[in-house]
């Protein structure tokens, strides 16, 4: 299927034992969120998906994301973005340096520093081009992570819990960012949460491992 | 994660390869050099049967007995007594403001070259050294320095004592990093709520499971003091001597015959260390015995005050004498005229300082030369393993710590000796680069233990992150994980430059007195006396691993200026 995250009779086993068993299709646009216990496989999920699963992990099934089967492929070949609890901005850049990490290394200097002033222009965050992330706020260094995610030209989008460490007063306003994001750019998504608020305000199908 | 060993993937496997050979091939070559020839077979040199005639040979020398006796006795009683007066501090004072202020002094002594810390010890407690001209004459009448044997007295107790010093911020430092890793808070709540007493709660319920923590660098300083040599020459016995100090003899004596019987020495020393080392097991064995039987005995040991005001007494004993060492060196190395009971000396000038500017310069670039090339072997050679390790998932097993810990525990002096022999023997003693890499095999295992925390410590998620977004793995460790972990990384290089600026048996055998550096030219004045001249040996000696430490902290600060990251 064309732009979909399919997720195709995947069994999850931990040191033998079975974790999960999912057939699923994401649709472009379409935020899948996933509940359930700790323990449950929910985060090995995503690390199946974007090729992080530690070895003590099994699984059969495929992934197939836009027509091509990435059940074997390297994390960096994936086209999966990823964004956790933590904004993860590199420390030792500036978040225009982080940035220009995300994107792809194709054409010249000025082009790729045009690109990502662009996209911190759209969302009114191009006076923060220059800082150091450490000195930005959470909700804006969400943003900023979120921004580094789509300038790679991800083709899914993978949220492991990535609103729980902001206050509610911002929470709502980050996760509205980024769900109009990943809408905007059509990537289907899967949300990992806790919060039953998060599960509500995606809009899509709730699934509980 | 199957996949990840991509792009430089096949080249690191050669990392650990490269890392076990550097470990181990240097030590069995130089064992087997040392062997050969005191078991009689060394063809160059006329020994074509084997016997065990030099064996038997050196025990005749005058002494020898006592040598050994004495090589026993200094590696044993050095680490018990370290040993003892660290985790009596610990027991006393963990997690008191106290035991914060009295650790900041250990980071900084621990840098200091053991030749340095002796020499400065030395001008401390001599007859004529800085305590007795302090209480002089008005508490001791002294109006001439005592005829007192304090210095090279036979019974060792002076080296003894300089040794506990410097060994001291090792074990410390070794032990504040082993707690880190095993909760040390919940444990001593957990003894403390049952009605134990402060210092029994953590020999009870710390001390058993940092001790195995312990164990390898403990083993490490009873090999290093059974066979130390440049303390021994300064602060140690000379006739008869510590058995190292008698090889070091044997092997620099002109008659080539010698050959033969240094190495059948360092054999001996091998069995010296040995048995201190069984010694030690033995009483470890002991000790677990008696505190098995106190724990069960349900006493609660609640009356510790006087412990702790003894055990925080002789911590802080130990920092200010390390400390006043150190200054009576700088004192020593600008005095003036000092006339013998005067407390300081009658003016200070730098004259002594800029007449040997000259002479100290090319040992110190020497040092320089041969800390940096061979430390940055070592954190490179490290980082490829640590690399290597990750992107094969491998477990780094306890057989491969013993190894890293390998040329720590074998004595120098055994092997090196018999390194230098085949050098000799192929012309290569004396030029830098067997040199630098002699200093390897000694940089390597602190460089390793120093970066493996940190690394293995990192935040995965971030290079996931940097995966995810399309990066090759070569890319995420260069632009990512290492500049992250710039501090650490630049703090295993002071260490490694350090622990090399310090090392003198390697400088002096494979070097064979050609490659002079301020180590070796500082041990080298021992026998003359020139206070003011060693005391600006060692004090640039010192400096030296300092300035390396300072740099550490200052350049992430310099390089990224506005990143709170590195503040």
Redesign the interface.
Known sequence: MKDALCIENVCLFHDGAKLLDLNLDIQPGEVLTVMGPSGSGKSSLLNLI??????SFSFTGRVVLDGVDIT???????????M?Q?P?L???LSVEDNLM??L?ATGSKEERCAKVRAALDAVNMVELGHR?P??LSGGQQSRI?LL??LL???KALLLDEPFSALDSGLRGKVRDFVFNQAKAKKLPTILVTHDQLDADHSGGKIITL | ????A?GWGDPLVLAPVLMIVALTGPLIAGLAGVLLPAFGFFPTLGGKHFTLSFLHEVTHKPGFWYSVQLSIWIGVATTFLSLVIVISFFAAQWGSPTFQRLSRFISPLMSVPHAAAAFGFAFLIAPSGWIVRLFSPWATGFNHPPDWLVINDPAGNALLIGLVLKEIPFIFLVALSASSQINVDERLKVARSLGYGRVWSWFIAVFPTLYKQLRLPIYAVIAFSSSVVDVALILGPNFPAMLPVQLLRWMNDPELEMRFVAAAGAVWQLGATLLALISWRIGEALVGYIGRRLTISGERQKNDHWFRALATLMMAIVIVTFVLSMIILAVWSCAGFWRFPNALPSGFTFSRWLENAGSVWTPVVNAMSIAITSTMICVALTLACLENEFRR?IQFTPAALRILYLPLIVPQIAFLFGISVFLVRYGLDGSFWPVTLAHTIFVLPYVFLSLAAPFRNF?L??L??????????NKVLF??RL??L?KPILLAIALGIAISIAQYLPTLLIGAGRLPTITTEAVALAAGGDRRLIGIYALVQTLLPAIGFIAASLVPRAA?P?????R
């Open positions: 974007s090729g992080f699963l530690p070895p074997q492929a390297d994390p960096a070949d994936r086209k999966v973005g990823l956790f933590d993860l590199f420390p030792h990490f995300g792809p150091d450490l000195t992570a580094r995610v790679s030209e991800p | 994660m199957h996949n990840k991509k998932d935040d998620r971030y996931q992150v940097a995966s995810s977004l399309g990066v090759s793995q632009s990512v500049p992250m710039l990224f506005d990143r709170k990251f590195f």
